[in-house]
């Protein structure tokens, strides 16, 4: 008698005959093998997806941009705010003389005989000439190094923002990038204008500065050009009201549509243009001093109040 070769408990009690013993026979229990295979994305469904990620992004990059600006913004701001400290430090270790805000633009004025209130003989620059389109970055490095500044604030990267503005130095021609991208007000110890207006006068001792808290000390300008080699200047508030509404020096436009600035107290602030006129010129690919009138412009209203005074 042949014995059947049971299968493994669970497998049913069915046989199949073994090919050695055609009598014989096994017990299993034939199951049948299903593969399940996900569903996979139709063609509509993945360009669906597609277009849902593409309008998210278009709301969310304006946001982010904005947060990265406004990131660079504030260390833009830090590093006025210590340069400006600085400043303040060499006045009190000065006899509350200000430091020479020029750059070595106006030579004429480092000749002995000169009156003091136009003079900046025997005085160093806060930075050495660093404005020739023809300087190698290591020269305008130095500029900043033999400044009068350079021993109160001795690292080079407070002297420029993050956001180096190239669209000067290359509308010019300059052979390296702007290793400074902050002015120093005509009015704070750089250029007396007294010839076109009587206000336009240059300080030179911090009893002088009235107000403090609202006379500009220094800006960003994103970098110096021919159109505004060291300092930075507007008319006077006289001047504008007189009937001549336009801007000496081009009105920096950065960090959005408007520009960091320091006071004479030691705040820096961010200060937003308000006409549109003064960003189109300010936005110039080509920076160029003198723009057309603006008349009942606020913003030279304000810009003149900060770099010359309220009278």
Same mark, same amino acid.
């Given at each position: 008698?042949?014995?059947?070769?049971?299968?493994?408990?669970?497998?049913?009690?069915?046989?199949?005959?073994?090919?050695?013993?055609?009598?014989?026979?096994?017990?299993?229990?034939?199951?049948?093998?299903?593969?399940?295979?996900?569903?996979?994305?139709?063609?509509?469904?993945?360009?669906?997806?597609?277009?849902?990620?593409?309008?998210?992004?278009? !709301?969310?990059?304006?946001? @982010?941009?904005?947060?990265?600006?406004?990131?660079?913004?504030?260390?833009? @701001?830090?590093?006025?705010?210590?340069?400006?400290?600085?400043?303040?430090?060499?006045?009190d270790q000065? =006899?509350?003389?200000?430091?020479?805000?020029d750059t070595?633009?106006?030579?004429?004025?480092? =000749?002995?005989?000169?009156?003091?209130?136009?003079?900046?003989?025997?005085?160093?620059?806060?930075?050495?000439?660093?404005?020739?389109?023809?300087?190698?970055?290591?020269?305008? !490095?130095?500029?900043?190094?033999?400044?009068?500044?350079?021993?109160?604030?001795?690292?080079?990267?407070?002297?420029?923002?993050?956001?180096?503005?190239?669209r000067t130095?290359?509308?010019?021609?300059?052979?390296?990038?702007?290793?400074?991208?902050?002015?120093?007000?005509?009015?704070?110890?750089?250029?007396?204008?007294?010839?076109?207006?009587?206000?336009?006068?240059?300080?030179?001792?911090?009893?002088?500065?009235?107000?403090?808290?609202?006379?500009?000390?220094?800006?960003?300008?994103?970098?110096?050009?021919?159109?505004?080699?060291?300092?930075?200047?507007?008319?006077? @508030?006289?001047?504008?009201?007189?009937?001549?509404?336009?801007?000496?020096?081009?009105?920096?436009?950065?960090?959005?549509?408007?520009?960091?600035?320091?006071?004479?107290?030691?705040?820096?602030?961010?200060?937003?243009?308000?006409?549109?006129?003064? !960003?189109?010129?300010?936005?110039?690919?080509?920076?160029?001093?003198?723009?057309?009138?603006?008349?009942?412009?606020?913003?030279?209203?304000? =810009?003149?109040?900060?770099?010359?005074? =309220?009278?």
């Open positions: 008698m042949l014995t059947p070769i049971r299968t493994r408990p669970g497998d049913g009690d069915g046989c199949v005959p073994r090919p050695s013993r055609p009598n014989g026979c096994t017990s299993i229990d034939h199951q049948p093998s299903t593969i399940n295979h996900p569903p996979g994305f139709t063609l509509i469904e993945l360009l669906v997806v597609i277009a849902v990620i593409a309008i998210l992004m278009a !709301i969310l990059m304006p946001a @982010l941009n904005r947060a990265k600006e406004q990131g660079k913004r504030a260390g833009c @701001l830090s590093n006025l705010k210590q340069l400006t400290l600085a400043w303040l430090m060499y006045i000065n =006899s509350e003389r200000l430091v020479n805000g070595r633009e106006y030579t004429a004025m480092y =000749s002995a005989g000169r009156p003091f209130n136009d003079s900046h003989y025997n005085e160093q620059p806060w930075v050495e000439r660093d404005w020739d389109t023809a300087m190698t970055k290591a020269q305008k !490095i130095l500029a900043i190094e033999q400044g009068a500044l350079y021993p109160y604030l001795n690292t080079l990267n407070i002297y420029r923002c993050s956001t180096v503005e190239r130095a290359d509308a010019y021609g300059a052979r390296s990038e702007s290793m400074r991208t902050y002015a120093i007000m005509d009015s704070m110890n750089c250029k007396g204008w007294t010839g076109t207006s009587p206000d336009m006068r240059m300080l030179k001792t911090r009893p002088e500065i009235k107000d403090p808290a609202f006379r500009a000390v220094m800006v960003d300008d994103g970098g110096t050009g021919m159109s505004a080699l060291g300092g930075f200047t507007t008319r006077s @508030l006289r001047v504008i009201r007189g009937g001549n509404w336009s801007w000496w020096d081009p009105p920096p436009v950065r960090h959005g549509e408007g520009t960091n600035w320091s006071f004479a107290d030691g705040h820096a602030d961010y200060h937003k243009w308000e006409d549109p006129r003064t !960003i189109e010129f300010g936005k110039q690919t080509r920076p160029t001093a003198n723009s057309p009138q603006q008349p009942d412009n606020q913003d030279l209203i304000w =810009s003149a109040q900060v770099v010359w005074g =309220s009278k």
